[in-house]
């Protein structure tokens, strides 16, 4: 119904930038909120950021000041821009969608996952 796709991720080092892209595409109605998470394996998936489909956005305490978010309602992307990278940073980096999707059932709300882009922050 809804592919995500992340890209963007790499190897940078410590103190750079990064951009990374959440596009979702498929048959929906409208997408609400868009989220960015972040896991190293072994570990609990951590939140990142949150984009609002009324403009709001959050942050995690870990990122706020350093990340931001950039959001293209037509194209149905979300940009998280990474900046003052740190190796704590590093981690694998997935995008969550919230979509009103078309169902048998009718419209249903709905989250989908992507697959997800790594993020590596060393020297």
């Keep these: 119904q809804v592919e995500v ?13 990064l951009r990374l892209t959440c596009k979702a595409s498929g048959n929906v109605f409208a997408l609400y909120d868009i989220g960015w998470y972040r896991q190293v394996r072994g570990e609990q998936r951590e939140f990142v950021a ?6 709001d956005t959050k942050f ?9 978010l950039s959001r293209d309602h037509d194209k ?14 590093t981690s ?5 969608v919230q979509a009103l999707v078309p169902t ?10 992507g697959q997800g ?5 060393s020297s």
């Design 5 to 17: 796709v992340e890209s963007g991720g790499g190897l940078v080092q410590p103190g750079g930038s």
């Design 50 to 55: 949150i984009s609002s489909i009324n403009g």
């Design 60 to 68: 995690g305490a870990s990122v706020k000041g350093r990340f931001t």
């Design 76 to 89: 149905k992307t979300l940009d998280l821009e990474m900046h003052n990278l740190d190796p704590e940073d």
């Design 92 to 96: 694998s980096y997935y995008c969550n």
């Design 104 to 113: 048998l059932s009718g419209p249903k709300m709905m989250g989908f996952w």
């Design 117 to 121: 882009t790594q993020v590596t922050v």
